[in-house]
């Protein structure tokens, strides 16, 4: 199976939004609500930002939004943060008990 | 407190087996699935596949299977990833991760490296 596509990198100033897209397929994306979000600092495990294209865990800023249109899902960050400077990757189900991640994208604060 | 502690790095050479752990604690640790995540230097996260300790159920990704095995052992809430001929290409890090909703990824272990060089 494909990785899903992101942009390798993405960037903005304090206070602005981002949006890093996630582009899949039919049968990923596309097929099930089953998008998460993972922030990876260097050196650090990823941590979960966002499941089920839209959900937050608790803990997690608002700042940090999902949603997903056809076979691309999206992460918005508003209000950007210099905290927020990261590896950023999308995952989702693809179906017969396989799971999918994007090849990420690193996030600059300026 | 919810965490998995992974077993320590590791060094080993070309055609060596290896079996790396992750230990779960503060939850039930029958509860929810396990999976492996790769990471190889510099690279994105892969998974690898999953396990459900309460019975042991298992199931691969398809570019990882037959190259891994994946256990638990939930008698001592312990999951497992092992080798029997390690490659130079397995070189990573390698994560475990519960999912206690369908297919996301909510606590993660600190990792593990394993460095396979002759």
């Known amino acids: 199976q494909s990785a899903l596509t992101q942009p390798p990198s993405a960037s903005g100033s304090p206070g602005q939004s981002v949006t890093i897209s996630c582009t899949g397929a039919?049968?990923?994306?596309?097929?099930?609500?089953?998008v998460s979000w993972y922030q990876q600092h260097p050196g650090k495990a990823p941590q979960l930002m966002i499941y089920?294209?839209?959900k937050r865990p608790s803990g997690v800023p608002d700042r940090f939004s999902g949603s997903k249109s056809g076979n691309t899902a999206s992460l918005t960050v508003s209000g950007l943060q210099a905290e927020d400077e990261a590896d950023y990757y999308c995952s989702s189900y693809a179906g017969s008990n396989n799971v999918v991640f994007g090849g990420g994208t690193k996030l600059t604060v300026l | 407190e919810v965490q998995l502690v992974q077993s320590g790095a590791e060094v080993k050479k070309p055609g060596e087996s290896l079996r790396i752990s992750c230990k779960g604690s503060?939850?039930?640790?029958?509860?929810?699935?396990i999976s492996w995540v790769r990471q190889m230097p510099g690279k994105g996260l892969e998974w690898m596949g999953r396990?459900?300790?309460?019975?042991?159920?298992?199931n691969y990704s398809p570019s990882f299977q037959g190259h891994v095995t994946i256990s638990a052992d939930k008698s001592i809430s312990t999951a497992y990833l092992q080798w029997s001929s390690l490659k130079a290409s397995d070189t990573a890090m390698y994560y475990c991760a519960t999912s206690s909703s369908a297919w996301d990824f909510d606590i993660w272990g600190q990792g593990t490296m394993v460095t396979v060089s002759s």
């Open positions: 503060g939850y039930s640790f029958t509860s929810y699935w």
């Open positions: 089920e294209v839209t």
């Open positions: 039919s049968s990923d994306v596309g097929g099930y609500n089953y």
């Open positions: 396990t459900d300790p309460s019975d042991s159920y298992i």
